[in-house]
């Protein structure tokens, strides 16, 4: 089991950058595929960008060119840096870990809490 723990959520204006991170617990993260979703008001939680467990990645087509997810496996931790952010890209922001690679969201098993990201136009 692992336990994870987003940060780094934010207000930042259109065209701006910001850089999230997702904390694990436990000694296995290496094991996991790790995955970022987001979810706006009123809408489904969607897939944004998934990393495995051997750094293949994998994107939504509208952040594709703007986000990049990264892992440190030493430090337990997944990243997303989100460059050129649009109003529409605002939403809760969740990671995610799974033991075999997907992008779907009801096929994680566990979740963070989520970290609000506001862009302004």
């Known amino acids: 089991q692992v336990q994870l723990v987003e940060s780094g959520g934010g207000l930042v204006q259109a065209g701006g950058s910001l850089r999230l991170s997702c904390a694990a617990s436990g000694r296995t993260f290496s094991s996991y595929n790790m995955g970022w979703f987001r979810q706006a008001p009123g809408k489904e939680r969607e897939f944004v960008a998934a990393i495995t467990k051997s750094a293949d990645r994998y994107y939504q087509d509208s952040v594709s060119g703007r986000f990049t997810i990264s892992r440190d496996n030493a430090k337990a931790t997944v990243y997303l840096q989100m460059n050129s952010l649009k109003p529409e890209d605002t939403a809760v922001y969740y990671c995610?870990?799974?033991?075999?690679?997907?992008?779907?969201?009801?096929?994680?098993?566990?979740w963070g809490q989520g970290t609000q990201v506001t862009v302004s136009s």
């Open positions: 995610a870990a799974n033991y075999y690679a997907t992008t779907r969201v009801n096929e994680y098993d566990y």
